[in-house]
């Protein structure tokens, strides 16, 4: 059973900085994608970026140059670094795991993050 615990959200102001962590837990072999998403009030959720067991990334348009998303050595961590925040990246933000040949998907908990002067 994988689990997975996401930290670091909280209120920064307009132009500041977060960083996000999602710690997974079990047995992560093979293929497989992590991502983040968020979702604001009375919107749908949406994809933030995703890093792949090769090392590849993806981000969305809404926060290219701003978002990072990168990872431990060990794989078991994945870390969204958001620079030059806005009052719309304001959403709760949840960690995202596919592994293949696993039937589900696994999802954290969600953190929140704030952005308001």
């Known amino acids: 059973q994988v689990q997975l615990v996401e930290s670091g959200g909280g209120l920064v102001q307009p132009g500041g900085s977060l960083r996000l962590s999602c710690a997974a837990s079990?047995?992560?072999?093979?293929?497989?994608?992590m991502a983040w998403y968020r979702q604001a009030p009375e919107k749908q959720r949406e994809l933030v970026a995703t890093?792949?067991?090769?090392?590849?990334?993806f981000t969305a348009d809404s926060v290219q140059g701003r978002f990072t998303i990168s990872r431990t050595n060990a794989k078991n961590t994945v870390f969204l670094q958001m620079n030059s925040l806005k009052p719309e990246d304001t959403a709760v933000y949840y960690c995202?795991?596919?592994?293949?040949?696993?039937?589900?998907?696994?999802w954290g908990q969600g953190t929140q993050v704030t952005v308001s002067s």
């Open positions: 890093i792949t067991s090769a090392g590849s990334t």
């Open positions: 995202n795991l596919v592994i293949e040949g696993h039937r589900n998907a696994y």
């Open positions: 079990g047995s992560i072999i093979g293929i497989y994608v």
